[in-house]
């Protein structure tokens, strides 16, 4: 059993409000990467939802407006420094030492990408928490599909430190994808008490694979939710390699709407986490 500590992610994403506890994971199943040509689009799952297909700076069209039909598309290349975007994501919150912007330093697809990151070194203790999310009611759904290039430009964890990267909410149940380190990435997940307090129980299902610093990293999450005494299943792709579907641990009697988030979140971090998102993409079955 691992008794690390960790600090996850539970959002009410309906209301646009965010609530963090902690909790220990003990060590589940391991995601096996296998060869996986797929494409960004591979999933084939979409509601046309919610797309950001204006053009970018010059007139170009961007990486949404090529690729329609998603439940949710977002480049991130608006004329807005909103993180939000309009009609777009749902919520944004940031902490007191944590920044989420549009940045033109880096990208998947130009001009910009959305940076989450801490703005002091030196945090560190077992309650206080920063974080930066932005969030997206995705209403009721038995598959949800993510995807999305990622680049960590900077690890501010001593690999025993982690920082909560994607979260996807469920009712009691929530996942979330935790980076240790440039070769520890782990996909947890979390059944909370009922009346969200203090306790609950997780499982880590780590990868067999880890995020290099500074490389741009296209990554699928695959999660088929859990249907009353059903368990459900993740499939997590990593770039050119892809995992079959794990079973899940816990199950839940309750349906609830489904939330997914994207940032950081952090407990202790000696130097400074710089966390880099492009081309992400929601999509959903029922």
Not at 44 to 61: I, L, P, R
Not at 90 to 102: E, H, M, P
Not at 209 to 220: F, R
Not at 263 to 281: E, Q, S
Request: with cysteine.
């Amino acid at each position: 059993m691992l008794a690390s500590r960790l600090r996850r992610l539970a959002a009410a994403v309906l209301l646009g409000s965010v609530a963090a506890g902690a909790f220990g994971a003990c060590g589940g199943s391991k995601f096996t990467l296998v060869d996986d040509a797929g494409g960004a689009d591979d999933a084939g799952v979409g509601d046309a939802g919610t797309v950001d297909g204006s053009s970018a700076d010059g007139g170009t069209v961007n990486y949404c407006g090529t690729h329609p039909g998603h439940f949710l598309c977002d480049d991130f290349d608006r004329a807005s420094d909103d993180p939000k975007g309009i009609n777009l994501w749902d919520s944004f919150i940031a902490s007191t030492y944590t920044s989420g912007l549009l940045d033109r330093a880096s990208s998947v697809s130009p001009p910009r990408s959305y940076l989450a990151s801490t703005t002091k070194p030196g945090l560190g203790g077992t309650t206080t928490e920063e974080l930066v999310f932005i969030s997206k009611d995705v209403g009721h759904a038995k598959t949800v599909i993510l995807q999305f290039d990622i680049m960590i430009e900077s690890y501010g964890g001593t690999g025993m430190s982690p920082a909560g990267l994607v979260f996807v909410t469920y009712g009691q149940l929530s996942y979330g994808l935790i980076a240790f380190s440039p070769t520890l990435l782990t996909f947890v997940e979390t059944l909370k008490t009922l009346d969200g307090g203090p306790g609950g129980m997780s499982t880590m299902h780590p990868a067999s694979t880890g995020l290099p610093a500074g490389v741009w990293t296209h990554i699928a999450i695959q999660l088929n939710l859990p249907q009353g005494v059903t368990p459900g299943s993740a499939g997590i792709s990593v770039g050119n390699s892809g995992a079959a579907q794990t079973p899940l641990t816990y199950t839940t009697t309750m349906s609830s709407s489904v939330g997914a988030a994207f940032g950081l979140d952090v407990t202790v971090a000696p130097t400074l986490w710089k966390i880099r998102y492009d081309n992400i993409t929601i999509d959903k079955a029922n």
